[in-house]
Nanobody
């Protein structure tokens, strides 16, 4: 069983930055996982934003965040980060951390992931 705890959400003005953290209850240096960030705005589907494989560090991004968001991991801390820059009101959503065994071509699909955190709210004002 993998437990994930997100933190770092909050309110920021457009153009600002936030860094989200996802702390896992497992040791990344013992077992590799695909860890992803999803966002979900009210009334919309939960969509994959970025993913990282804790083994080799391969990263994946949705087109909407390329060049603005960076996903990274610190295996010693069992934590995955999402650095978000140039935020816009369209980025306002609940952000969730998710994990599964490996990153597939469908890494952005909710159904691919077995474990989820409770989410952290990000609100961007204009």
């Amino acid at each position: 069983q993998v437990q994930l705890v997100e933190s770092g959400g909050g309110s920021v003005q457009a153009g600002g930055s936030l860094r989200l953290s996802c702390a896992a209850s497992v040791y990344f240096f013992r077992s590799n996982y695909c860890v992803a960030w999803f966002h979900q705005a009210p009334g919309k589907e939960r969509e994959g934003v970025a993913a990282i494989y804790t083994g080799g560090g391969s990263t994946y991004y949705a087109d909407s965040v390329k060049g603005r968001f960076t996903i990274s991991r610190d295996n010693a801390k069992n934590t995955v980060y999402l650095q978000m820059s140039s935020l816009s009101p369209e980025d306002t959503a609940m952000y969730y951390c998710a994990a599964t065994a490996f990153c597939s071509r469908s890494w952005y699909r909710r159904i691919e992931y077995n474990y989820w955190g409770q989410g952290t709210q990000v609100t961007v004002s204009s």
